[in-house]
């Protein structure tokens, strides 16, 4: 055998051995990294302090167990004060697949399944219907080279549902009081269409269309028609309507949110004679015998 056939046996076992230590590099141990981590979680979402629990896998098709601090500052507070531990919100299991053939274009294109309901193996989740595992599917892409400055996140092709009566093991984040308010809803939320182009470094979108059915809704003793709601972006607000209606009334609303969180949110029921209005609609202001209206403001 010839050296040059031995110098070429040699590159391409170094060359196979390089490339089986990329794809099978475990996910876990590149999220361990401290540095790596920390960057993961605040280009996510900084201000929200989103949190890596748990991760598996391997950097080209893995999942991670994730959940969101109510008190991103506690390690600080805690050093002076008795306060509990921070409060976490489960936020299930996001995993994906991350596609090699964009890389080539230095092109980060991923499919996500973000899946709710923690399940005790991987198994077992797939074996689970859409409907019962899956809140959000679909395809998230960046481009590598884009500076800071213009970096794009681009979500597309966007599908998912959730049971809300599901959301009871999650809420341990909020209040007792603000947690109330979710208990005793059922129903079920059907993400249709999601699509939207997120910038880091604004914090905001630059593009969002949405479109939400809720149906079997039932809420404060009430069984609630199916209810279509849609949004998008416009003037950097992202608006929503909201419709539904039964053979006696008509639910509809407007709704904003701007950059700074602030939301505006109007409601009106309307029925054709005032004894044909559902209770709920008592709680609400008083326009005319068969119309009330409500509006809320506030900043998340």
Excluded: C
């Excluded at 489960?90 to 399944?113: E, K, M, T, V």
């Amino acid at each position: 055998m010839n050296n040059k056939r031995i110098i070429g046996l040699t590159i391409l076992f170094v060359v196979t051995f390089l490339v089986s230590i990329l794809i099978n590099l475990p996910l876990n141990w590149l999220v361990s990294k401290p540095q790596i981590k920390q960057m993961l979680e605040s280009k996510i979402n900084a201000s929200q302090h989103l949190k890596i629990n748990s991760s598996r896998g391997t950097i080209w098709q893995g999942e991670l167990d994730v959940s969101l601090v109510t008190n991103p500052h506690f390690n600080q507070i805690s050093a002076n004060t008795s306060k509990p531990n921070p409060k976490n919100m489960p936020l299930g299991i996001i995993q994906f697949h991350l596609n090699l053939l964009p890389l080539l274009w230095a092109n980060l294109s991923a499919d996500i399944d973000w899946q709710l309901n923690n399940a005790s193996s991987s198994s077992e989740r797939s074996s689970k219907s859409f409907s019962d595992k899956t809140l959000l599917r679909g395809h998230l892409s960046t481009s590598l080279l884009s500076s800071a400055q213009n970096q794009t996140l681009v979500w597309q092709t966007s599908q998912g549902q959730l049971q809300l009566d599901s959301l009871d093991s999650k809420l341990i984040a909020l209040e007792p009081e603000q947690a109330a308010v979710f208990q005793n809803i059922a129903g079920l939320v059907n993400i249709k269409q999601l699509t939207f182009e997120y910038k880091p470094q604004l914090n905001w979108f630059s593009a969002f269309d949405a479109n939400i059915q809720f149906k079997d809704v039932k809420a404060m003793n009430n069984v609630f028609p199916p209810i279509s709601l849609t949004s998008h972006l416009k003037d950097s607000q992202i608006l929503s309507s909201l419709d539904g209606q039964t053979k006696d009334w008509k639910l509809t609303g407007e709704a904003s949110l701007t950059k700074q969180l602030r939301y505006q949110v109007d409601l009106s029921v309307n029925a054709k004679d005032a004894k044909d209005l559902p209770d709920w609609a008592y709680l609400m202001n008083k326009k005319s015998k068969s119309n009330y209206n409500a509006k809320f403001v506030g900043r998340f």
